[in-house]
């Protein structure tokens, strides 16, 4: 499974657009870019995925280059409730392969 | 979405006894469940891959005696802690892989707070 590097925390005031890059140099051919979002005392709770290019749900934009060797997930207009840990995972999870985390980046919004 | 429960959700015991911590995927089959482990401040710790109807496969470090692990049905799998001590004090959580799902996504339970006194 490919390496991650994050930042460890980030703050934010509400409103505003929030940008998590994420590095994984040695990501795989086969593999994907997944993010995850975990508040205090829950489980994990997956926000989105992608493999190239740009991924866009109703939460947010994952925007990977061509290299794919990097990826940052956008969270447009955060509000306090975005307060969590984002996980940026990477590999091919298929059949029995658990996800495998890396220490997160801390999201702090503030009013 | 696929929903997995945990029961239950928080827990205080004894030193020395044992705690039985169950993982339930609701609205799908689930052959292999996760059993995470996360202490404060810090990420999640794989234990163990728990396949129905067959062992489970412990990551190093975790001893297969004191955290065991039954995966009885596509629906159900169980985390007994035996012989709890303080430093067993975590928090558990599951997570499980829908069959019928395409996506290359992992659902995870809501976690048991285990607090051993």
């Known amino acids: 499974l490919a390496k991650t590097t994050q930042p460890i925390s980030m703050d934010s005031y509400e409103g505003q657009e929030v940008n998590i890059t994420c590095s994984h140099n040695n990501i795989a051919t086969n593999d994907y870019i997944t993010w995850y979002q975990q508040f205090p005392s829950q489980g994990p709770r997956f926000i989105i995925q992608g493999y190239k290019t740009k991924v866009t749900n109703e939460v947010a934009s994952l925007f990977i280059p061509a290299d794919r060797k990097s990826s940052t997930l956008s969270l447009p207009r955060v509000s306090l409730s975005d307060t969590a840990v984002y996980y940026c995972?990477?590999?091919?999870?298929?059949?029995?392969?658990?996800?495998?985390f890396g220490k997160g980046t801390r999201l702090s919004v503030i009013a | 979405g696929a929903v997995v429960s945990q029961h239950p959700s928080w827990v205080i015991c004894k030193s020395g006894t044992s705690v039985k911590i169950e993982c339930r995927s609701l609205d799908f089959q689930a052959t292999t469940m996760f059993w995470y482990r996360q202490f404060p401040k810090q990420s999640l710790m794989l234990m163990a891959t728990s396949n129905e109807g067959s062992k489970a496969t412990y990551e190093q470090g975790v001893e297969k005696d004191k955290f065991l692990i039954n995966h009885a049905s596509l629906t159900l799998s169980t985390l007994t802690v035996t012989s709890a001590h303080p430093e067993d004090s975590s928090f558990y959580i599951c997570?499980?892989?829908?069959?019928?799902?395409?996506?290359?996504?992992?659902?995870f339970g809501p976690g048991t707070r285990l607090t051993v006194l």
């Open positions: 995972l990477v590999g091919v999870y298929s059949g029995n392969t658990p996800l495998v």
């Open positions: 997570s499980a892989k829908s069959l019928d799902r395409g996506r290359n996504e992992q659902f």
